[in-house]
């Protein structure tokens, strides 16, 4: 009897110790990045629009067997202003796009992935 309690813990303490080795290595890796400004050197004074839009890939690896078992790419599009002031003065507050990612804690838990894009307004500067 006394047996079979040792293996039944040894098992399990094994079953947690090879879970929690499989967990992944996530990564997020900026693969492009355009953005369109609405703003000439013609039209003064007058706002116009900045798109941003960028694209990552997201990838997580298995870190024993530095296998992919995850792979495929997001994309997140945010808007700013920009203002022309004379032929040769042009202010641009572009979007901010970021791509993050937090590692799963434990093997319950999860990798996660974060397209975050922040929009910018000019404020003052009005003639």
Known sequence: M????????????????????????PS???????????????????????????TFADKCTNSQTGSTYYDTSSTNTGSGQCETFSQT???????????????ATSPSDYNRFYNRAYGQTIVGFRR
Do not use: N
């Open 28 to 54: 997020m890796t900026l693969t492009g990045q355009s953005s369109t400004v609405s703003c000439t050197y013609i039209q003064f004074y007058t706002r116009g629009t900045i798109t941003t839009t960028s």
């Open 89 to 103: 003065q042009m202010l641009t507050c572009p979007a901010i796009v970021t791509g993050d990612f937090t590692t």
């Open 2 to 25: 006394r047996t079979s309690t040792i293996l039944v813990c040894l098992f399990l303490a094994c079953a947690s110790f090879v879970c929690g080795q499989q967990c992944g290595q």
